[in-house]
């Protein structure tokens, strides 16, 4: 669907922005600024009118620890006639700081061991990522890589590097064809950056032909609301905290696995609400709505968006969480494939595994947006032959799954949903939503993926969703330039063609759990699970299916689709 299309759909009915705008006027609020759809008003006031209009009282609240401050009402009421019209406001209730990013977590580096008692257990050097990544791949020529080439020649599961990927999925020897009519894009959050001159040096090691093409240096990048994409070397507190690992990976993976498929990278600021709980006390939440607000006002898209970034459900304010799940409906009607991450803490971290709204009930943690209906989620693995879910006992990474509390279980999760519930047989009663919306959707790598950062010839290998996500984008990419070569359009949203006939494009996942909340979480089993979903790509077979019926028209199968995000 065309942006006006989806905006159309979603435009209020006329008297319904007119009441709202009625009630600013009189309160002599004059400065509005609407979303494309001008289902969302930003005004600018002062905080006496605000008072008035909410009738309430703004306070300034400053922060015991550290002194951060935030201007915030402890209660606000709308008139009767608008309860059913105005979902959300903000800042109101909400309290978030804007203290800065320490409590981001970033892909998780892990300590390589080389296997033997008194070997070097310190950050791996290059000349020993060489060694993990193997002598089979050091002597192949990544220039003319061989057609029968397989995945015990090529992959070492202490490092994967991106031509295992391409050989365990099945990209190796596909060749884009009308890349110059696709597009794909992955997203930066919370001071994250994309360094060229560290994703060049990783494309000359692993991709050399998309690294003489200045792949690196030609990717676009757009800054949102203040960001800003940094080329320089990290400053101290940046290396503290790992700024640039997130960024470096993501874009390096994508134009690795998809080259030579633009990329664009999007970087927004800001800060989002949030309701602060164990695990996440100071906000690290991700601007999300700021960015969608953004994306949904361009005429353009990429056909595929990978977001590395999540948060813990129950710290997004409810109405927030619905305001930025639609948002991603909105892009999946337009045609846009959004992948998102399952998270990295299982089920949720030992120790924080409660409620947030002062009754301290225990339960597991799910991961927003991976909990939206409206992305496709997910998850990792680790190993090859098998795949299996994946962990790290170095650094308590563990791939997540489980059941949103905020949305419900969407139609096209199916039997399948049910029929895994069901063998359960009860296990973990009561500490989840049964009837949520259930993730991930599918997975892929994500232990001990190489990475290069700051500026250095140091290898690194990092652990996370965060790296499994961009891997899935990659794939959907090359699946999309197919498409797009053969005359038909992208696949867009994807869940309910893969809850039917494109889970088998899938390989199933069928060992191990995403333990958490010092629990075994859900195990891995045949067919979808709460720990997998439906397993890991197989691209040739993803392909052969998108090319088949569902998308043998010009136009896309979601294009009949109206307000199935309502």
């Given at each position: 669907?065309?942006?006006?299309?989806?905006?159309?759909l979603l435009?209020?009915?006329?008297?319904?922005w007119?009441?709202?705008?009625?009630?600013?006027?009189?309160h002599?609020i004059?400065?509005l600024?609407y979303?494309?759809?001008?289902d969302?008003?930003?005004?600018?006031?002062d905080?006496?009118t605000l008072?008035?209009?909410?009738?309430?009282?703004?306070?300034?609240?400053q922060h015991?620890?550290?002194?951060?401050?935030?201007?915030r009402a402890?209660t606000w009421?709308l008139?009767?006639?608008?309860?059913?019209?105005?979902?959300?406001?903000?800042?109101?209730?909400?309290?978030?700081?804007g203290i800065?990013?320490?409590e981001?977590?970033?892909?998780?580096?892990?300590?390589?061991?080389?296997?033997?008692?008194?070997?070097?257990?310190?950050e791996?050097?290059?000349?020993?990522?060489?060694?993990?990544v193997?002598?089979?791949?050091?002597?192949?020529d990544?220039?003319n890589?061989?057609?029968?080439?397989?995945?015990?020649e090529?992959?070492?599961?202490?490092?994967?590097?991106?031509?295992?990927?391409?050989?365990?999925?099945?990209?190796?020897?596909y060749?884009?064809?009308?890349?110059?009519?696709?597009?794909?894009?992955?997203?930066?959050f919370?001071g994250?950056?994309?360094?060229?001159?560290?994703?060049?040096?990783?494309?000359?090691l692993?991709?050399?032909?998309?690294a003489?093409?200045?792949?690196a240096?030609s990717?676009s990048?757009?800054?949102?609301?203040?960001a800003?994409n940094?080329?320089?070397q990290?400053?101290?507190?940046?290396?503290e905290?790992?700024?640039?690992r997130?960024?470096?990976?993501?874009?390096?993976l994508?134009?690795?696995?998809?080259f030579?498929?633009?990329?664009t990278?999007?970087?927004?600021?800001?800060?989002?609400?949030?309701?602060?709980?164990?695990?996440?006390?100071?906000?690290?939440?991700?601007p999300f709505?700021?960015?969608?607000?953004?994306?949904l006002?361009?005429d353009?898209l990429?056909?595929?968006?990978?977001?590395?970034?999540?948060?813990?459900e129950?710290?997004?304010?409810?109405?927030?969480?619905k305001?930025?799940?639609?948002g991603?409906?909105?892009?999946?009607?337009?045609g846009?494939?959004?992948?998102?991450?399952?998270?990295?803490?299982?089920?949720g971290?030992?120790?924080?595994?409660?409620?947030n709204?002062?009754?301290?009930?225990?339960?597991?943690?799910?991961?927003?947006?991976?909990?939206?209906?409206?992305?496709?989620?997910?998850?990792?693995?680790?190993?090859?032959?098998?795949?299996?879910?994946?962990?790290?006992?170095d650094?308590?990474?563990?791939s997540?799954?489980?059941?949103s509390?905020?949305?419900?279980?969407?139609n096209?999760?199916?039997?399948?949903?049910?029929?895994?519930?069901?063998?359960?047989e009860?296990?973990?009663?009561?500490?989840?939503?049964?009837?949520?919306?259930?993730?991930?959707?599918?997975?892929?790598q994500?232990?001990h993926?190489i990475?290069?950062?700051?500026?250095?010839?140091?290898?690194?290998?990092?652990?996370?969703?965060s790296?499994?996500?961009p891997?899935?984008?990659?794939?959907?990419?090359?699946?999309?330039?197919a498409?797009?070569?053969d005359?038909?359009?992208?696949?867009g949203?994807?869940?309910?063609?893969?809850?039917?006939?494109?889970?088998?494009?899938?390989?199933d996942?069928?060992?191990g759990?995403?333990?958490?909340?010092d629990t075994?979480?859900?195990?891995?089993?045949?067919?979808?699970?709460?720990a997998?979903g439906?397993?890991?790509p197989?691209?040739?077979?993803?392909?052969e299916?998108?090319?088949q019926?569902?998308?043998?028209?010009?136009?896309?199968?979601?294009?009949?689709?109206?307000?199935?995000?309502t």
């Amino acid at each position: 669907m065309s942006a006006a299309d989806v905006h159309g759909l979603l435009r209020p009915h006329r008297e319904r922005w007119t009441d709202v705008e009625d009630w600013l006027f009189h309160h002599g609020i004059s400065e509005l600024a609407y979303s494309p759809g001008r289902d969302w008003i930003t005004v600018a006031a002062d905080v006496e009118t605000l008072e008035r209009l909410l009738n309430t009282k703004y306070f300034i609240y400053q922060h015991q620890t550290d002194g951060a401050t935030a201007v915030r009402a402890p209660t606000w009421s709308l008139p009767l006639h608008l309860h059913s019209v105005i979902e959300d406001i903000q800042p109101t209730t909400s309290f978030f700081r804007g203290i800065g990013n320490a409590e981001h977590r970033p892909p998780q580096e892990s300590i390589l061991k080389r296997g033997e008692e008194g070997g070097n257990h310190d950050e791996p050097g290059f000349d020993q990522l060489s060694y993990y990544v193997g002598e089979a791949e050091a002597n192949i020529d990544l220039f003319n890589i061989p057609k029968d080439i397989t995945v015990e020649e090529v992959c070492n599961a202490t490092v994967v590097s991106p031509l295992c990927l391409r050989v365990l999925y099945g990209t190796v020897d596909y060749v884009p064809q009308v890349p110059q009519s696709n597009q794909m894009a992955l997203v930066n959050f919370l001071g994250e950056y994309n360094n060229r001159s560290d994703i060049d040096m990783f494309l000359n090691l692993y991709r050399p032909d998309a690294a003489i093409q200045n792949a690196a240096y030609s990717f676009s990048m757009e800054n949102i609301a203040g960001a800003v994409n940094q080329q320089t070397q990290a400053n101290p507190k940046q290396l503290e905290i790992g700024k640039g690992r997130e960024g470096n990976l993501d874009a390096g993976l994508m134009l690795a696995l998809a080259f030579p498929t633009p990329l664009t990278a999007y970087s927004t600021g800001g800060n989002p609400p949030f309701l602060p709980s164990a695990l996440f006390p100071n906000n690290t939440n991700e601007p999300f709505l700021t960015w969608l607000q953004y994306m949904l006002a361009q005429d353009q898209l990429p056909n595929v968006i990978s977001i590395s970034y999540g948060e813990s459900e129950q710290t997004v304010p409810r109405a927030y969480a619905k305001r930025v799940c639609n948002g991603f409906a909105q892009l999946g009607a337009r045609g846009v494939s959004v992948i998102a991450v399952s998270g990295d803490y299982g089920v949720g971290k030992p120790g924080t595994c409660h409620s947030n709204d002062g009754r301290a009930t225990k339960k597991f943690l799910p991961s927003f947006p991976g909990s939206c209906p409206w992305v496709t989620t997910v998850g990792a693995t680790r190993d090859m032959t098998p795949e299996r879910i994946a962990y790290d006992e170095d650094n308590t990474f563990v791939s997540g799954g489980g059941f949103s509390e905020y949305f419900d279980r969407p139609n096209y999760q199916g039997a399948e949903v049910s029929d895994y519930i069901l063998s359960l047989e009860g296990l973990h009663k009561g500490l989840y939503n049964k009837h949520g919306r259930a993730y991930p959707d599918i997975s892929a790598q994500g232990y001990h993926l190489i990475s290069f950062w700051n500026g250095t010839r140091e290898g690194l290998v990092f652990d996370g969703t965060s790296a499994s996500a961009p891997i899935v984008a990659s794939v959907v990419a090359l699946v999309n330039d197919a498409l797009i070569a053969d005359d038909r359009p992208p696949l867009g949203f994807l869940n309910p063609w893969l809850y039917q006939s494109g889970r088998k494009a899938f390989t199933d996942v069928v060992h191990g759990s995403n333990n958490g909340c010092d629990t075994i979480g859900f195990p891995a089993k045949a067919g979808w699970d709460a720990a997998s979903g439906f397993g890991t790509p197989w691209f040739p077979t993803f392909r052969e299916l998108a090319l088949q019926s569902r998308f043998r028209s010009t136009r896309p199968w979601y294009y009949k689709l109206t307000q199935w995000w309502t």
